[in-house]
């Protein structure tokens, strides 16, 4: 009896300091999950003047209709790729160069990881100066390389989204950590017996590194594609500020549908449910091919 009234004292404890967690997850998750997908079914203002009304699959309709969501779908679909490509390879890189036993390796590894904790929309306005086509450093220093017309950057439809895709590099400090944690955390027993066995350092980074940071690559790259999908600060602040031209992504039309012109709630939940989706499904092909291809029982 002893024994139970013990664990009833602690699974009561447990229960009430999950309490908070469980309160504000339920409040500012769970719930507006679901109440967002209710709205998504009616016509619902965001001022609330008109009458709400229940219009079915009326604003998916709309949605699967209108061919600039599709547009602005493929926009953050191309983004997300590349973005994912360059930071993810960047930040296994720079990770492998920071195994090295150098005596200032702590200093480097904080260095890589500061540009991570700069507010993005700081590093936005930032990165709008140093491209700015007339007095951004980077056409000042090409102009002194003999280049007449360097580019417009984040000026031109034609160069906006790929200079959007070169500042995400800004940022690869986060996923860094996460590769570095991995690779620190093999044995270095397997080094050791490759190396016995004669293998170069390509080959131990192909057959010993890289299985054993699958879970991890998977993890990164799958946190970077539902990320890169969402983008939306980057892509705001430049046209907000006028530093550069609207960029059109998903994210932006749903914003500018919920809290702009009519403020048609409705549709833009409806526009939200349909990106949910979209990630799920991504993310869960992505999951089964990484089942399929790689071996995580080792």
Known sequence: MTILKRKGRQVFWFYIFMLPALIGFTGLALYPFFRALFISFTNR???????????????????????YVWESLGTSMIFAVFSVIITN?????VA?????????????????????IIPGVASVIAFGFIFSPSQGVINIMLRGLGIENPPMWLSSTKTAL?????????AFGGKMVIFLAGLLGISRDYYEAASLEGANGWQMFW???FPQMTRVIFYNVMMSIIGSIQIFT????????????????????????????EFQLGY?????????VVIMVITGLYNLINKRFFDYDI
């Open 268 to 276: 833009a939940s409806a526009l939200a449910w349909i990106l949910f």
């Open 45 to 67: 203002t965001l001022l609330g003047f008109d009458e709400t009304q229940w219009v079915g699959f009326a604003n998916y309709l709309r949605a699967f209709k209108d061919p």
């Open 96 to 116: 492998l160069l920071l195994t090295s036993k150098h005596p200032f390796i702590k200093g480097f590894r904080i260095i890589y990881y500061i540009p991570s």
């Open 234 to 261: 980057e892509a705001y602040v430049i046209s907000g500020t006028g530093v550069g031209v609207p960029v059109n992504f998903y994210m932006v039309n749903l914003y500018s549908h919920a809290y702009s012109g």
């Open 89 to 93: 390879v960047m930040g296994l890189l």
């Open 207 to 209: 057959h010993v590194t």
């Open 162 to 170: 790929p200079t959007m895709i070169l500042m995400g590099l800004w």
